[in-house]
């Protein structure tokens, strides 16, 4: 949880600032109370896939560059996390309650995800049902769904 906080702060970090060393991350991080080694920070970078361009006066800056699906992705993330209501779970089945309307685009965002507990789900005008092969990965499904809404 920690590392996808600081992933996240980092993307922003990266975004709104010109940070054109790992050192100055680190002071960004840093300053943002995330308390990490260079050595971290450059594994965060790898593993953020952040890279180089070219930025002001031809000096170099590091920026992210998220191809188009991931863009999607995102969004789909973002219906999600805006139009979930609740999430339960009853024997074998995630029942996940949405805002009125929006299920199908929910159900696209847990198609999206690409969760491997998933057999098959159902999903109605606030209601999305997901099948999954045992109450206990139901209950592992159901808290991994809302981790997701946490973040």
Do not use: W
């Not at 991350?25 to 260079?38: E, R, S, W």
């Not at 998220?66 to 999607?72: K, S």
């Not at 847990?110 to 969760?115: K, P, Q, T």
């Amino acid at each position: 949880m920690k590392e996808k906080q600081r992933h996240l702060k980092i993307l922003e970090l990266v975004k709104n600032n010109y940070i054109e060393t790992q050192e100055e991350l680190t002071a960004l991080l840093h300053n943002a109370g995330f308390y990490v080694t260079q050595a971290t920070v450059s594994r965060d970078i790898r593993e953020l896939k952040l890279s180089k361009m070219p930025g002001v006066n031809g000096r170099l800056r590091y920026s992210t560059q998220i191809p188009e699906d991931e863009h999607v992705k995102e969004r789909l993330l973002n219906v999600f996390r805006q139009s979930v209501v609740k999430i339960d779970f009853a024997g074998n089945m995630v029942v996940i309650k949405t805002l009125e309307g929006l299920a199908m685009a929910v159900g696209a965002s847990v198609d999206a995800m690409g969760l491997d507990e998933v057999v098959g789900s159902i999903a109605g005008d606030d209601v999305i049902i997901c099948v999954v092969k045992s109450e206990e990965i139901a209950m592992q499904l159901m808290n991994k769904l809302n981790g997701v809404m946490a973040i």
